[in-house]
């Protein structure tokens, strides 16, 4: 079987992205997809990057909106109910109570920042620090987010490339101990396809690059296959050869959602 599920997409309450979330649906029946669902950006209290996310109010809403859209395409396609979590250290309580209070299919955990105002982004613009003093706390994070046991998924496991900053040889014990300590907390990784379409990175590449995928493969990690859709025409994308990829690298089954339940299907 091709790839069958697309979890992570957005919709125009984050604030930069576009087009109706119908539109999302029909381009996934266009390309055959049998599983799919929203993940946009949560709120988060005190206005904490509110630049980039629908507000506290508007949560009932997204979600209300979602479940609509399952039910109206229900026997063509399932569309799940899903939120793309930003881990900030410190907003555990806040986080777990937000997921208490609605039927979530699954939870997709992501580092955005770097500090608890949410002000240092994962992937700076014209960043001029050390590979490090980058990936050193952005690492910390991501591993503490796996142990938290708030999400199903981890987003785009090295971001912090997007800054133009690589990460180098001396990275490289830091990430495959944080692959590790999310095989040990039994967290699924997605490979987030939107880096293909990000001009920022030096030759087109998914999160986690390739290498790094290989290595969670090794290690059990379950994974998945998501394009971080910011509007219609990306759901999907680069997926066939992802999917060829992944045959080739010997991935017989990606994970799949539902009501906060992982199970698998063959690929
Ligand atoms: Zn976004
Ligand atoms: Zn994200």
């Given at each position: 079987m091709p790839i069958l599920c697309d979890y992570h997409w957005h919709t125009p309450l984050c604030q930069h992205a576009t087009g109706p979330l119908e539109a999302y649906v029909e381009r996934a029946l266009g390309l055959g997809l049998r599983e799919v669902g929203f993940s946009d950006h949560n709120p988060l209290p005190r206005?904490?990057?509110?630049?980039?996310r629908m507000t506290e109010a508007e949560l009932d809403g997204y979600v209300n909106r979602v479940l609509a859209l399952q039910a109206r395409y229900r026997g063509q396609i399932d569309v799940r109910l899903g939120l793309e979590m930003d881990y900030v250290e410190g907003l555990e309580p806040y986080l777990t109570a937000q997921l208490a209070r609605y039927p979530w299919d699954y939870v997709i955990g992501s580092v955005h920042y770097l500090d608890a105002g949410c002000?240092?982004?994962?992937?700076?613009?014209k960043y001029i620090g050390t590979a490090p003093e980058l990936y050193g706390p952005y690492l910390g994070l991501i591993r503490q987010l796996a142990a938290s046991g708030l999400c199903d998924i981890i987003g785009h496991?090295?971001?912090?490339?997007?800054?133009?900053?690589r990460p180098t040889a001396a990275e490289a014990d830091d990430i495959t101990r944080t692959l590790q300590a999310i095989a040990q907390a039994g967290t699924c990784v997605e490979i987030n396809t939107s880096g293909y379409r990000h001009?920022?990175?030096?030759?087109p590449q998914p999160y986690p690059a390739l290498p790094l995928v290989e290595q969670a493969l090794a290690l059990g990690i379950p994974l998945a296959v998501n394009s971080?859709?910011?509007?219609?025409?990306?759901?999907?994308?680069r997926f066939t050869e992802v999917d060829a990829w992944l045959r080739r690298h010997g991935c017989r089954q990606l994970a799949r959602f539902a009501h906060r339940q992982r199970d698998y299907y063959a690929l």
């Open positions: 206005g904490l990057g509110a630049n980039v002000v240092q982004s994962a992937w700076p613009k496991f090295d971001v912090p490339k997007r800054s133009g900053c001009p920022e990175l030096p030759h971080d859709a910011h509007a219609p025409e990306q759901v999907g994308l």
